[in-house]
Structures are given as C-alpha cells and as structure tokens.
C-alpha cells in the first residue's frame, strides 16, 4: 500500500476563504480585527515566525502587533503587557510567543491573557471550558488536526483515534475537540508501552511527541490515517516529523507530511481566531468558536 498524502495546503486555503469572508463583512462595519504578539527573545527562528504571522496577517487584513520586549523581560513586566492588551477594545486576539527569558514561566503568564481574546487557547481557562464543552478557543494546532481530518473526509464519529502525546497544546485539546466529534480517544505519553499496543488499535494515528521517527510502521494497522503533528529541526537543518514516512506509508491509507501537513494550516486558524474574537466583541457576547470546523462555524 502507498499511502495517500494528506496536504495542509487546501486546507489552510479553505481557512484563508472564511477569514476573508469574516474580514470584508467587519470591514462593511468599519473594523479591522487586531492580533498582539507578544515576544521576549532574540530567538531568531522565533522572530522569523512571528514575522510570517504578521506577513500572513497583512494580506489577510488583519492588522498584526509585534510587541517585542527583549529577552531580559521580566515576569511582571510580561503579565502587565499581557493585562494592558487583554483591556485595550482595539486588541481582539493575543499570542505569548515562547520561548521566554530565563526564569519567566509560561504558567504564571497565560492567566493574564483574556479567555474572549486567547486565540491560541494558552489560559488553562480555554482548555478547561474545551473540556466541559463550553466554548473556546483551542490551540491552533490541536485544531489544524480536527480540520485536517474534516477537510480529508477522515471519518472519526464512532471511531478509534490515538494520540500520542498530552501537552496542554496538542494532545489534551485534541481529546476534547475528538471527543466532541464522537470518537473514542486513547492519549499516550511517554509511559505508554508498548506504545503500539495502543497505536495499532486505532483507526487514526495522530503523532505529537517531539520524537523523530517515534512511529513506524509496527505502529500503525494496515489502512489506519496517520496525522503527523511532529515539527522538529535535525542537526542537519531538515525539518522532519515524528513518523518515519518512509516505512509508514507502507501501511497506512494516508498520511500527512512534514513539511506540507498540519503545520501549514495553523498560522490561518490564528487569523480565523482573531476575526471570530473580534466578531464576539462587536457583538459583546459569545459563542466562540470551539470545536467546529470551517465547514460548519467559523
Ligand atoms: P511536548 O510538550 O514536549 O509534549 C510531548 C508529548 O509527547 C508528551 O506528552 C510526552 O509524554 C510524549 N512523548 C514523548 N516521548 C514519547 C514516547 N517515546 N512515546 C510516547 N509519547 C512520548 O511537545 P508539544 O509541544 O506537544 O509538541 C509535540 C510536537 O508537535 C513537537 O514536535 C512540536 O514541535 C510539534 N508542534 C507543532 C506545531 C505546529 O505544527 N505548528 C505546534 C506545536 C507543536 P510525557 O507527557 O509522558 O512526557
């Protein structure tokens, strides 16, 4: 078998359609959405990030703040940015860039971003209302799985899908967001093990541990969709997944690349986020946009 390629591309296009839809009809109104990103290092892979965001934004209408405090940034200096944005009505969405300066926790800084403009789901409220099913923002990425899914025609309704990873930014809002769409979720970790005894169960694979080529095709049931969330840089400067393509595409029906996959679709749910966040605040109420894809919200 040879398996299918699951492509960010359309994906991320159909996103780009709902943001520009989203964004002429609050231009009718009179408003241009508004994203903050907040940095605090001399990271350059992380400036040039932030900078294909705010690129990404500029053609999308969207206007898009760089607030970039240095890598000495203090805590406190961070919470009262993060606290002056969360006020400021001419700001709709706020991203905390990480990594952060030595000694400042994520943990102490991502309660002072608003929920109604936390478009990248970092509160732990965000995930926390993801879980009980009230809506949120999730995390772009745990979201660009879910629409991945969608847009491919991947069945998940009554199917088994494993996760293998369950950081607050990937694998546990994919649970709830899978879990809304009636699938029977499994979430691995690090203690999993076998890992592929759990793996091989499931319908659909989706991989995001931070570990190349983790996943083979021992781990994978003949036909089962893999999803590959890994982004990782080798030493050689590939940028490599954490599927090993080239035994897994033996086995599976289809699976998604890196680069070219989930990664392609995440920077459009920020700017989807961001004009769904300033919609809700034109409107000054709900609903956000949780787990619905671009096919059925928005
Ligand atoms: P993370 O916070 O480091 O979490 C990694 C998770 O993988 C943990 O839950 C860990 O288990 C699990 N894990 C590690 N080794 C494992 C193993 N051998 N077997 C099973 N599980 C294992 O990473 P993250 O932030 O979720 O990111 C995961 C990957 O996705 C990274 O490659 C990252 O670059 C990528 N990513 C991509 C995007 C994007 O495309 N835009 C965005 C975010 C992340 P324990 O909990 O037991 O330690």
Request: charged share 15%.
């Amino acid at each position: 078998m040879s398996a299918v390629s699951l492509s960010g591309a359309p994906v991320a296009k159909e996103v780009r359609a709902q943001v520009a839809d989203n964004v002429a009809r609050l231009a009718s109104e009179g408003i241009v959405p508004a994203l903050a990103v907040v940095v605090a290092t001399d990271n350059e892979s992380t400036h040039w990030y932030v900078r294909s965001i705010a690129k990404s934004a500029a053609k999308a209408g969207v206007d898009c703040r760089i607030i970039d405090l240095g890598p000495t940034a203090s805590s406190a200096q961070l919470q009262a940015t993060l606290t002056q944005l969360s006020e400021d009505p001419q700001t709709h969405g706020i991203i905390l860039q990480t990594p952060l300066p030595d000694g400042v926790q994520v943990d102490e800084l991502v309660p002072h971003i608003a929920p109604d403009k936390d478009i990248d789901g970092a509160n732990p409220l965000s995930l926390g209302r993801l879980a009980v099913g009230l809506p949120a923002f999730a995390p772009a990425t745990a979201r660009a799985v879910v629409e991945m899914l969608v847009h491919h025609a991947v069945p998940v309704e009554g199917h088994h899908v494993a996760v293998v990873g369950r950081s607050a930014v990937v694998g546990k809002p994919l649970l709830h967001l899978l879990l809304e769409r009636n699938a029977s979720i499994t979430v691995c970790h690090s203690r999993s093990r076998p890992l592929e005894d759990y793996t091989r169960a499931a319908s659909v694979v989706v991989v995001a541990a931070g570990r190349p080529g983790l996943v083979t095709d021992r781990h994978v049931a003949p036909g089962a969709v893999v999803v590959d969330v890994g982004t990782n840089v080798l030493e050689d400067g590939a940028l490599v997944g954490d599927v090993d393509a080239q035994s897994v595409e033996q086995v599976a029906s289809a699976l998604s690349p890196v680069p070219g996959g989930v990664g392609t679709i995440t920077t459009a749910l920020l700017l989807l986020h961001t004009s769904v966040a300033a919609r809700a605040a034109v409107e000054a109420k709900g609903p956000l946009v949780s787990s619905g894809t671009v096919g059925s919200h928005g």
